[in-house]
């Protein structure tokens, strides 16, 4: 059935792509505050229930996959760009797309590798 039933992610990939930890992740599962389906005693997710849990637009089409790549913390664009956490806080001042994982701020690889092309004609790292 396709996308729709492809609960194929387990707790442990969830965490990777959040930059969070398997358990943290098992809790927001637990509360409902990300949607899953336990399956042999270990929760599964789908990729729409992990993109609605992150609070920004819904990938479609041929961009849904770029955003499966795990998400970076300020701190790991920082050291991505050798910058400074505060530069990246002043880029997501200045417009720096940004989703919302739990009260967390973290970057989709796509969406920093495009804005700083646009903004300063960097090439993606």
Same mark, same amino acid.
């Given at each position: 059935? +396709? *996308? &729709?039933?492809?609960?194929?992610?387990?707790?442990?990939?969830?965490?990777?792509?959040?930059? &969070?930890? %398997?358990?943290?992740?098992?809790?927001? &599962?637990?509360?409902?505050?990300?949607?899953?389906?336990? #399956?042999?005693?270990?929760?599964?997710?789908?990729? $729409?229930? #992990?993109?609605?849990?992150?609070?920004? %637009?819904? $990938?479609?089409?041929?961009?849904?996959?770029?955003? *499966?790549? %795990?998400?970076?913390?300020?701190?790991?664009?920082?050291?991505?760009?050798?910058?400074?956490?505060?530069? /990246?806080?002043?880029?997501?001042? *200045? +417009?720096? $797309?940004?989703?919302? /994982?739990?009260?967390? /701020?973290? #970057?989709?690889? #796509?969406?920093?590798?495009?804005?700083?092309?646009?903004?300063?004609?960097?090439?993606?790292?």
């Amino acid at each position: 059935m +396709g *996308q &729709l039933h492809d609960y194929s992610l387990t707790t442990e990939e969830v965490a990777k792509h959040y930059g &969070l930890t %398997p358990r943290t992740v098992r809790d927001h &599962l637990k509360r409902g505050t990300l949607r899953g389906v336990k #399956i042999n005693r270990d929760w599964r997710c789908r990729w $729409p229930d #992990i993109w609605a849990a992150e609070n920004g %637009p819904t $990938p479609r089409g041929d961009r849904a996959r770029a955003y *499966q790549a %795990p998400l970076l913390t300020k701190k790991a664009l920082a050291a991505r760009w050798g910058v400074s956490e505060r530069t /990246v806080e002043r880029w997501i001042e *200045q +417009g720096l $797309p940004t989703r919302n /994982v739990f009260g967390s /701020v973290r #970057i989709a690889p #796509i969406d920093a590798g495009e804005w700083l092309r646009r903004h300063f004609g960097l090439d993606d790292r």
